[in-house]
């Protein structure tokens, strides 16, 4: 059984900002369940009950549409070194767009980005921490350089342009409510 928690103890920051991985899962009230992976230097523990982190352009957009219909998510750490940890933050979360302050004023937070989306913020309304006994060691070896390198040849420009076509909707038709309508 997994122990629960009120906030982010200071340990437990510490092993967040060690991984190289997490991932996000939303849903909207029907339609398809999303989890997201998500690398790079995107996430950032704002307090004990805060945090945010830096959603990079994709092929599809599918937490900001669940967002907009239903603001629960969940973030979940796995330590594929070291001592077994599952880490769950659970809680409410908010999408800033790039017509927002909150995005530009989060933004600063993580380093530049020519694919930076959106910026989402999440209060946490419970931490949970759990054996992760059968999680498998894995070595980290490298970033990935693929999606950074693929913004800046595209440039900002041509990276909207693919917002219109890619992640308007999600793959339910949900409207994500990138472009301020």
Not at 14 to 42: C, L, M, R, W, Y
Not at 46 to 58: C, F, H
Not at 89 to 99: F, Q, T
Request: glycine share 8%.
């Amino acid at each position: 059984m997994g122990k629960g928690l009120a906030h982010i103890t200071p340990e437990l920051k510490k092993f967040i900002e060690n991984q190289k991985i997490f991932f996000v899962g939303t849903a909207a009230n029907e339609g398809t369940v999303n989890i997201s992976p998500k690398g790079t230097d995107s996430f950032r523990v704002i307090s004990e009950t805060k945090i945010v982190w830096l959603n990079l352009t994709g092929s599809g957009n599918e937490t900001a549409a669940h967002l907009a219909k239903n603001n629960r998510m969940t973030i979940m750490f796995c330590a594929f070194e070291g001592k077994p940890m599952i880490l769950r933050l659970y809680g409410v979360s908010k999408i800033y767009h790039e017509r927002d302050s909150e995005f530009h004023e989060y933004l600063e937070l993580f380093p530049e980005n020519v694919g930076s989306r959106q910026v989402i913020e999440m209060d946490i309304g419970l931490v949970q921490i759990s054996c992760g006994y059968a999680v498998p060691f894995m070595d980290f070896k490298e970033e990935r350089t693929t999606l950074n390198t693929w913004a800046v040849k595209q440039g900002k420009a041509r990276i909207k342009d693919y917002w219109k076509d890619k992640n308007t909707e999600s793959i339910d038709g949900f409207e994500t409510q990138i472009f301020d309508d």
